[in-house]
């Protein structure tokens, strides 16, 4: 399959998670996959396990909240690619703290990571999609930017926040063919959701909110992922799609 030949692509926290599975997939379809990640150790295993199997891919030190981080990371990139196609703005954290309970600092280091991570992302990178002629931004959302939960708030509207800034950046950048899309997904089986479930509530309990009575997998969701990167979805932008098992379907 070669869904993404001749493609680069740009993935941030790829180390583990639906980010490390999403390098693996575009990987395999042909792209030429950058991760980025504050684990370089791990982001430089993964990328050597990829490289291994005979596809491209290679590791870079990004913290997404540091504006000059982005700037080397958009330079290496065309240095020794020569161009960008995607980026998956995918690095997240989340906090497991009641709104009262929230200290004032851990409030602004999620929106930090998930919602300026992604702004200062789709910053940078425009001017090198629109130099490859266009390309596909994926922004990682939740359905937790879609309706409330339970937690310190602080996830739902850096969420919330990337829906929104995600269809800005659709109506800015439509006219140079540069897209810009949000992925929901609800429960889906990584370290984060681990966190989520050692803290605020049982996985059973988890699973019976989603009418498919179950958690998705990382695959489930960097298949949307692919899609929405690839030029099969060509005419789609400023779009959201909840990768959810119905939960938001109510
Ligand atoms: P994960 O914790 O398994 O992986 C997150 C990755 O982001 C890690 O490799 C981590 O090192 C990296 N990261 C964290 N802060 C960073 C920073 N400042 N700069 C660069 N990298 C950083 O999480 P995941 O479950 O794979 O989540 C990936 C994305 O999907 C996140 O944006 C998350 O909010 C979103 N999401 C996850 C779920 C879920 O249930 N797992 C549901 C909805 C949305």
Redesign the pocket.
């Known amino acids: 399959m070669n869904r993404l030949l001749n493609k680069v692509a740009l993935i941030?926290?790829?180390?583990?998670?639906?980010?490390?599975y999403t390098a693996q997939l575009f990987a395999k379809e042909g792209a030429s996959v950058i991760i980025?990640?504050?684990?370089l150790l791990?982001c430089k295993k993964i990328a050597t396990d990829i490289s291994s199997e005979g596809y491209q891919c290679s590791a870079l030190y990004?913290?997404?909240?540091k504006e000059s981080d982005w700037v080397n990371t958009i330079s290496d990139v065309m240095s020794n690619f020569g161009k960008l196609d995607i980026l998956v703005n995918?690095?997240?954290?989340?906090s497991t703290i009641p709104i009262e309970k929230t200290p004032l600092e851990d409030f602004n280091n999620v929106i930090s990571?998930?919602l300026t991570?992604m702004f200062l992302g789709t910053k940078h990178a425009i001017p090198a999609l629109r130099a490859a002629g266009g390309g596909s931004i994926v922004n990682?959302?939740?359905?937790?930017g879609l309706v409330g939960n339970i937690g310190s708030g602080a996830y739902g509207a850096s969420?919330g926040g990337v829906r929104s800034f995600t269809k800005y950046t659709a109506i800015q950048h439509a006219i140079e063919s540069i897209r810009a899309n949000s992925i929901?997904?609800?429960?889906?089986d990584?370290?984060?959701?681990a966190d989520?479930l050692a803290n605020l509530e049982s996985r059973a309990a988890s699973e019976s909110k989603v009418p498919m009575g179950r958690i998705g997998t990382?695959d489930e969701v960097a298949m949307a992922i692919l899609f929405l990167a690839s030029d099969e979805s060509s005419y789609i932008t400023g779009a959201e799609l909840a990768i959810d098992g119905g939960l938001t379907a109510r």
Do not use: E, R, W
């Open positions: 941030s926290g790829g180390a583990k998670g639906i980010g490390k980025g990640d504050k684990d791990t990004l913290d997404v909240t995918n690095a997240g954290i989340y990571v998930n991570g990682m959302s939740s359905t937790a969420k929901h997904p609800g429960p889906i990584t370290d984060m959701l989520k990382v």
